[in-house]
């Protein structure tokens, strides 16, 4: 972060990168960043340099802009009392720039009554052309994984945590993410399933709001509490499109939808 921030430079940065809680009970002021004493420098040294807050009010206005679309999207999902009511909200949300560049909107596909929800990072270039999430590749070995368990793909309900895919298939920002989450939290209100899925490490982080890696989050499960108080469990594994780079890692996988199967049984 840039130490030459103001107080409300930085709560702003704060705020758009998800924090909305303080470690104690007693709130505290930040304190301004002592100010380093400096000579004065030549008049013509003073000119050739950049003003230093000419880029400040871009950050600000980017924070600004980013935490009204979270509540914009909060306000609409809040509305929203089937999927196909949230569906036509996002499709005709406008909070997200990503939408700007992707062909489709990739709403969750599958069961209203699903008991298990799966849950990716992005849609993908096939994604983004057909406009249904986990087509391509990914998803038909996603599909096998869920029939060597019992499960069709109709049978449960399958989604993102971002409905437009980023150019080039980038990695989200914060900000992104924090805007498109409000989507996917009512899309498990809606579903309200028994067990959720989340393939992938950068889901899991979005979702569970931590910076764990992969490797340390699956194979134990996790839980998620829905905006009713309710607690779901939580099983993070492998996204397929990893699987497919590396197919070492198909028998842990294996171990986890068999743990997913195992848990479904005994509910």
Avoid at 69 to 87: F, G, H, I, P, W
Avoid at 185 to 192: A, E, F, M, P, Y
Avoid at 202 to 221: F, V
């Amino acid at each position: 972060m840039n130490e030459n921030l103001g107080i409300k430079e930085i709560l702003d940065w704060y705020i758009t990168a998800g924090v909305d809680e303080i470690c104690g009970e007693v709130p505290f002021a930040l304190a301004e960043p002592e100010q380093e004493v400096r000579k004065p420098l030549p008049v013509a040294a003073v000119a050739a340099r950049p003003a230093e807050s000419s880029a400040r009010p871009a950050t600000t206005e980017l924070a600004q802009a980013t935490i009204s679309a979270c509540q914009s999207a909060r306000e609409l999902c809040m509305k929203a009392e089937t999927l196909a009511d949230l569906k036509a909200l996002v499709e005709g949300f406008d909070g997200c720039a990503l939408k700007l560049t992707a062909n489709k909107t990739v709403f969750g596909y599958g069961s209203e009554n699903a008991r298990l929800l799966l849950i990716g990072e992005a849609p993908g270039a096939d994604e983004d052309r057909s406009g249904v999430p986990f087509v391509g590749r990914s998803g038909h070995l996603l599909e096998k994984m869920l029939k060597a368990i019992g499960f069709d793909r109709d049978d449960c309900f399958i989604t993102n945590v971002l409905p437009w895919r980023p150019p080039g298939n980038r990695t989200p920002t914060e900000g992104e993410i924090a805007v498109c989450l409000p989507f996917l939290k009512r899309q498990i209100d809606l579903v309200s399933p028994e067990a959720i899925m989340i393939l992938g490490g950068s889901a899991a982080n979005a979702l569970l709001d931590n910076g764990e890696p992969i490797s340390k989050m699956r194979g134990k499960w996790l839980e998620y509490k829905k905006t009713d108080g309710n607690k779901v469990p939580v099983l993070a594994s492998f996204h397929p499109a990893y699987l497919l780079r590396n197919s070492g890692q198909k028998a842990k996988a294996w171990v986890d939808m068999l743990r997913m199967k195992q848990k479904l049984s005994n509910n």
